[in-house]
């Protein structure tokens, strides 16, 4: 398997022989876990540069709190943060960039200043997502979530989560699918902490190899979240970056293509010693 951006040229490509890292640059200006710290362009851009020489293969720019409880914020308002850091890094790199957003608005202006990547936590069920993403022919990842960002960890229900996630990504596969998004393009998540309690993201992870039947490489994005929190009993983010490199291993360990992280240089290590292991007689 393997993932080609088509902008900017000339033509980047990823190979999935072994896994690759997408560094965050949150700019929000609540993002819970570097508190807004990156929302000037200047400190932006020293992130991403640090973030690419630590082994970054992909930059992941959003400028729209997921966190539950977070408030909505227009696309106006989002594209303001994101536009001007996403047209700066194209000046100083091509690395392949994705745009985190669930806003079609935001992904048309975003992919037009040179994103090459639409990474959406909502699997492109806004107004013409669908149709917008296979005219831009980018890839795309769809990320599984219960409810929606406001309210999701109020009362998540499964009867069978690893199955419930897996039948939801293949039917949103499908509907990328007929709208003529190309197979190649798409990239799948079980969206770790999205409408989940501990117990549902664990197994999810556990199982994490009952998703590669669909086809797609797959994402996994558990960076200094709760679940890390809740088994370390670390209420504080800075206090996760431990766990957030156990699970990176695990996670490349069962064959998941791309880490979506903050803490790049000690994620490329661990990945490092993973895949000496796996490629060891
Ligand atoms: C994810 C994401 C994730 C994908 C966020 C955070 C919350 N996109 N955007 N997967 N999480 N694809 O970073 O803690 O897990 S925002």
């Known amino acids: 398997m393997k993932l080609t951006f088509p902008s900017p040229p000339p033509?980047?490509?990823i190979e999935f022989d072994?896994?690759?890292?997408?560094g965050i640059l949150n700019l929000t200006p609540d993002s819970f876990s570097d508190g807004g710290l990156f929302v000037k362009k200047?400190?932006?851009l020293i992130h991403v540069t640090q973030m690419i020489n630590d082994g970054a293969q992909i930059i992941d720019v959003g400028g729209e709190s997921t966190r539950p409880g977070a408030k909505e914020v227009s696309a106006d308002e989002e594209c303001s943060r994101v536009i001007p850091v996403i047209e700066a890094i194209r000046e100083i790199s091509n690395i392949p960039i994705s745009i985190d957003t669930s806003k079609t608005e935001v992904m048309h202006q975003a992919v037009s200043s040179g994103a090459s990547m639409i990474n959406d936590v909502n699997a492109l069920r806004a107004d013409g997502a669908v149709e917008l993403t296979?005219?831009?022919n980018v890839p795309v990842c769809i990320m599984h979530m219960q409810g929606q960002p406001r309210t999701m960890q109020h009362t998540p229900t499964y009867v069978d989560v690893v199955k419930e996630v897996k039948n939801f990504l293949?039917?949103?596969?499908?509907v990328c699918l007929k709208a003529g998004i190309n197979q190649n393009n798409i990239i799948i998540d079980p969206g770790f902490g999205f409408g989940k309690t501990l117990e549902h993201n664990l197994s999810l992870f556990k199982h994490l190899e009952d998703f590669e039947n669909l086809g797609c490489p797959l994402l996994v994005g558990v960076s200094r979240k709760s679940m890390i929190g809740a088994v370390l009993d670390k209420p504080s983010v800075d206090e996760?970056?431990?766990?957030s490199i156990a699970l990176a291993?695990?996670?490349a360990w069962k064959n998941a293509n791309i880490?979506?992280?903050?803490?790049?240089?000690?994620t490329a290590e661990a990945l490092k010693l993973c895949q000496a292991v796996k490629e060891a007689k």
């Not at 072994?18 to 997408?22: D, E, G, S, T, V």
């Not at 293949?170 to 499908?174: A, G, L």
Request: glycine content about 2%.
């Open 11 to 13: 033509l980047q490509s």
């Open 18 to 22: 072994k896994p690759c890292i997408m």
């Open 42 to 44: 200047d400190n932006a």
């Open 134 to 136: 296979a005219k831009l």
């Open 170 to 174: 293949k039917e949103r596969i499908d």
């Open 240 to 243: 996760r970056l431990n766990g």
């Open 249 to 251: 291993t695990l996670a």
């Open 259 to 266: 880490l979506r992280v903050h803490d790049v240089k000690e």
